[in-house]
């Protein structure tokens, strides 16, 4: 007797089967909760700025949904688009080694938005955020380096899908709906990075565009509207489009999943600025702890990884003069002076009156690089600087991994203090960060959702 082989389902009801029907484990949970406060409080600390203040402009629906750090309630859609943007907005936000992309400021936001306006409890809020961080983390492994090749943001691409899956998963949706979600998401998905040519505000939108998009699929898939159940795989699908230059091995986008949750290695930044070049800070951290003054080097040399060379090195010289705090951010000369004149690289050293001092510039023109061919990114970040005193001395540092990341994970302590310092570099008063604290806990522990602490 013939047997009929089966068919292989398309990627698209793969997913959605998972968004449906997962329960995230403890490890996941904790993950999640600290998504949840690394990222409200990021969108608070970033109240001030003019990039939030111009995505609060143009938001044009009042609602019931929370501004994080505004007292002015949006509607759904603006709300996402506000706090991703403001999120993700100062790039001080979680990362994923392999990706990379940011999955807290996208799926934070839209699940907080629709949990809101739906009146939904913080369980089902912790378990959107968990399945939507797991899927844009995988769907980053599909075709590495690929789509920043193609001149276009993982965050802002994959950040569309996830979003979908995680607004889905937080209402309870079933599989059908959550793969229209997810087939609607891929038309909706877009972010260039010619940010990287001036520093301009493009690639802060990524995150908030990326998150009301995902709200807009699910809640018209939910509304019966339809997209192609092969919007991954097919001919003329998602990694064809925005990835096109490798082939995609789906492989590590569903091997395993719900399962094996790689979600737990998301990393947290320890500085506030674009993830390959943290570890290059530490390097130049440790370079001046042994009580060198920027004056007596000669040079500093770096071992890079390829794939990093044209949004961190180039134009080399551009990159050591970064036209503004923004830019400074994606310059790994800049970062590392900074980092060696501060001792750190937190929220005001990426201001535009820091990026023009002359010290750090006269470091920073003294930085540059040479390619590493078995540099092992995007894998694994790590840094490297080798410096040549004006004496001659040589003194060569190496950074195995990103701190705050899978290796060397960030302390709960440090966590903490990291969120009480964006709120209180957002004005906070320690009234307001206590009754903010005890609403995102109340969130966590699966309660009631009630963010008026945030509405500052």
């Known amino acids: 007797m013939n047997q009929t082989v089966p068919p292989v389902l398309p990627v698209a009801a793969r997913l959605a089967s998972f968004a449906a029907e997962c329960t995230p484990p403890a490890a996941v949970d904790a993950v999640s909760r600290r998504l949840l406060f ?104 599909v075709a590495p380096q690929a789509t920043h090749k193609a001149g276009f943001h993982p ?71 339809t997209g192609p159940i092969s919007v991954f795989e097919g001919s003329h699908g998602m990694y064809r489009a925005f990835a096109p230059s490798k082939a995609p091995d789906f492989m590590p986008l569903l091997e395993g999943l719900g399962k094996q949750w790689i979600v737990e290695t998301l990393a947290f930044k320890p500085y506030a600025c674009g993830t390959m070049t943290q570890p290059f800070i530490d390097c130049a951290k440790k370079l001046a702890a042994l009580g060198i003054g920027a004056e007596e080097i000669a040079s500093i040399v770096c071992k890079v990884g390829e794939g990093t060379v044209h949004r961190l090195w ?18 790994t000369p800049y970062c590392m002076a900074v980092g060696f004149l501060d001792g750190e690289a937190g929220l005001g050293q990426f201001t535009d009156e820091r990026v023009r001092d002359a010290a750090i510039r006269a470091l920073a023109a003294k930085i540059s690089y040479e390619i590493n061919p078995a540099d092992p990114y995007p894998s694994n970040f790590t840094g490297h600087l080798k410096a040549v005193l004006k004496d001659g001395t040589i003194h060569e540092f190496h950074q195995p991994y990103m701190r705050g990341g899978a290796r060397e994970p960030l302390p709960d302590a440090e966590m903490e203090s990291k969120f009480e310092a ?33 509405r500052a």
């Open 38 to 141: 690394d990222i409200v409080g990021l969108a608070v600390a970033a109240r001030g700025t003019d990039y939030v203040g111009a995505a609060l402009a143009s938001a044009v629906d009042a609602g019931s949904c929370t501004a994080f750090g505004h007292e002015r309630q949006l509607g759904l859609y603006d709300a996402a688009l506000v706090n991703g943007t403001a999120a993700h907005g100062e790039d001080f936000d979680d990362t994923f080694e392999g990706g990379p992309i940011h999955a807290g400021a996208v799926v934070v936001s839209a699940v907080l938005a629709i949990a809101e306006r739906r009146g939904l409890d913080g369980r089902a809020a912790m378990r959107g955020i968990a399945v939507g961080a797991e899927l844009m983390c995988r769907m980053s492994l």
């Open 314 to 331: 180039e134009p080399l010289a551009e990159k050591q003069r970064p036209p503004n705090g923004y830019a400074g951010k994606f310059s």
């Open 155 to 225: 965050t802002a691409i994959f950040g569309a899908p996830a979003a979908a899956a995680a607004v889905g998963a937080a209402l309870g949706l079933g599989p059908d709906v959550i793969g229209r979600a997810l087939g609607i998401s891929g038309s909706l998905a877009s972010g260039i990075i010619e940010y990287l040519a001036d520093g301009s505000s493009t690639k802060r939108l990524h995150a908030g565009a990326a998150a009301q998009a995902g709200v807009r699929a699910a809640l018209l898939a939910e509304a019966g509207f």
């Open 422 to 454: 964006n709120l209180r570099f957002g004005g906070l008063r320690e009234r307001s960060i206590a009754a903010l604290r005890a609403s995102l806990e109340q969130i966590a522990a699966g309660g009631p959702i009630d963010l008026a602490g945030a």
